[in-house]
């Protein structure tokens, strides 16, 4: 996979304005790459928010290798990975988004799929 070490700002404005769209109910989608840059979400169709059983199945199914992660909103104002969090993102490898309220331009987080906080992406404006 590509070393991913930037990330569109108009991803993170996409990714937030759908979790606004989807409170209080989780927003959950794929993210792409393109020569290391996280720019587009990828929504997949069926994908029952806030039911990561399904979400993980969609996952293993396509060959994508420009499939990078994920995203998800969380409904309330932490953007910490819950334990559930933690196993899918070592289940999926990548890089992985996690935003909360008041879902704005510094509310989100990202993490490696060790569940580490990713501090040194850069934002491409
Ligand atoms: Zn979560």
């Known amino acids: 996979m590509t070393q991913i070490y930037a990330v569109d700002i108009e991803l993170i404005d996409s990714f937030n304005e759908s979790a606004k769209a989807c409170y209080p109910d989780e927003f959950l989608c794929m993210v792409r790459q393109e020569d290391g840059v996280v720019n587009e979400l ?6 029952v928010y806030g039911d990561s059983h399904s979400f993980l199945s969609e996952w ?21 990975a819950s334990d559930d969090d933690l196993a899918m993102f070592s289940n999926m490898g990548g890089i ?9 331009r510094n509310s989100w987080k990202a993490y490696n799929s060790k569940g580490q906080v990713l501090t040194d992406l850069k934002i491409i404006y």
């Open 60 to 80: 293993m199914a396509p060959v994508d290798y420009s499939l990078a992660g994920t995203v998800h909103s969380h409904p309330g104002y932490s953007n910490e």
């Open 96 to 104: 992985h988004f996690i935003t909360c309220q008041p879902y704005d």
């Open 42 to 47: 990828v929504l997949l169709p069926g994908t």
